[in-house]
């Protein structure tokens, strides 16, 4: 009996461990940045997982996803990547040369969390200019759009369910 109860709770304790890294919805913003301007091309939210942002750079454009009562629901710091390391080797001289590229546009992708009860995200430049807003409450709108419809098509499947029980009760009282 004792074995029973620590198999379960070792169980008990791996399945925990599971719960902790399922998967959350997230918001994959496709931004562009040229000519020191930054905009966005894309939008997607999907589930999946966003970067651990406890390392943050000390100096960089910073994003902030704002409630609708105004609040700040989370914050980040991020640098544009507008450098390219490049290594090349010489295999006539045998040596190895490089340097970093300056990068006048770029795209790149930006992951962050996925809120109900935000409204917009902001972008702010280093000396905390906002660069970009931009709005998320239509993917809240589409979101329960789309619940909507489920509970819909759930209830109709459930009527249809129940008349047809209610038929087959019908036609077994006849026979």
Known sequence: MIKKIIFILIISLLLAQTIDALPTRIQILNLKYQDNTLSLTEKIIKLG???????????????????????????????????????????IKDKLSGGIVKLNKT????????????????????????????????????????????????????????????KRKKVEKVL
């Open 49 to 91: 997982y966003y970067p651990d942002r406890l390392i943050q750079p000390k100096t960089g454009h910073t994003y902030e996803i704002i409630a609708t009562d105004d609040t700040i629901l989370h914050t980040f710091k991020f640098i544009i990547p507008t450098r390219i390391f490049v290594d090349v080797t010489d295999p």
């Open 107 to 166: 795209e790149f992708a930006l992951i962050v969390p996925y809120f109900k009860e935000a409204k917009e995200i902001r972008i702010y430049d280093e000396q905390t200019n906002i660069v970009l807003t931009i709005d998320v409450k239509e993917e809240q709108m589409a979101a329960k759009k789309g619940i909507v419809w489920s509970l819909g098509i759930g209830l109709m499947v459930l009527l249809i369910i129940i008349f047809s029980i209610i």
